[in-house]
C-alpha cells in the first residue's frame, strides 16, 4: 500500500492504553454528535478492544454521550452460538453496551450460529444487507460512514477476521465476508472486508504486548495484504495507531 501508514501514539502500558482509548472514543463520538448529529462506531474483540470498552464504562465523560445518537457495528465476530461466551458481542455487552442507555435498535451484532437453515454465508449476507439499510443512497460500499473503526492486530498482522493467506484479505467487492478455518479459535468467523474497513473516516489500531511489535511493522510497511491484512487497511481521513511501549518497540512515536 503506499498510502500513508498513519500516526503512531504510543503509551506506557497496556491499562494506560485502554484508558487513553477510552477517552479518546469518547470523544471522537461526542465530536461526531457535535459536527453531524450521531456517531457510527465499529468495535472489534480482541483482549485490548474489550478492554477500551470497560475503561468507557468506568469513565465519567461517557455521561457526555446521548446514546440516543450512537450506533454500534463490529469489524467482526466469532459465528457461535447466541450468548456464547466468545463472541465478540457477548463480551461488548458486558463490558459496555448493557450498561449505558443505546437503544436496542442501534447495537447491530453480527448474526450468530443460531437461527435454524442460516449458515455462515447467509449470516455474512444478512449483515451486509443491514450495513446497506443504514447507508447513505448511493453509497458506496454500501456501508453507514462509520466515524471511528476499531481494529486489533495479530502477532501475523491479520485484522478484524481477515487472516493471511485466506481469501477473505484479497476481497474487494462484497462488504462482509464468511471466514471458515481462521487460524485463531473460533475457526469459523464473519468479518468486514478492506473495502467496508476501508470507508471509515478514521481506523484506530490498537495494540499491546511484544508479540505484537514485528506485525505493527508489517502492517504499517508496504507489504502484499496477503502478507500482512493490516497493510491493506487505512482510515479514509484518518488512521492512529494506539500501542504499548512493548507494540511499539523501536518505532519512533
Ligand atoms: C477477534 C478480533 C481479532 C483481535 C486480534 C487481537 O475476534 O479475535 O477481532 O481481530 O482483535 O486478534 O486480539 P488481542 O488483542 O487479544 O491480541
Known sequence: MTDSPGTVVVHPDPDALAEAVAARLVTAVLDAQAERGHAHVVLTGGTVGIAVLAAVARSRA??????????????????????????????????????????????HPMPADGDPGDDVERAASRYAEELASAADPGASPAVPRFDVLLLGL???????????????????????????????????????????IRSARQVWFVVAGADKESAVLAARGAHLPDEAPGSAVRGAQRTLWLLDRAAAGTLPA
Open 62 to 107: 461517557t455521561d457526555a454521550v446521548d446514546w440516543t445518537r450512537v450506533d454500534v457495528w463490529w469489524g467482526d465476530e466469532r459465528f457461535l452460538a447466541p450468548g456464547d461466551p466468545e463472541r465478540n458481542e457477548t463480551q461488548a455487552r458486558r463490558a459496555l453496551l448493557d450498561l449505558v442507555p443505546l437503544p436496542p435498535g442501534q447495537v
Open 154 to 196: 495479530g502477532p501475523d498482522a491479520h485484522v478484524a477476521s481477515l487472516f493471511p493467506g485466506l481469501p477473505g484479505v484479497q476481497e474487494d467487492t462484497a462488504v462482509v465476508v464468511a471466514v471458515r478455518d481462521a487460524p485463531k479459535p473460533p475457526p469459523t468467523r464473519l468479518s468486514l472486508t478492506v473495502p467496508a
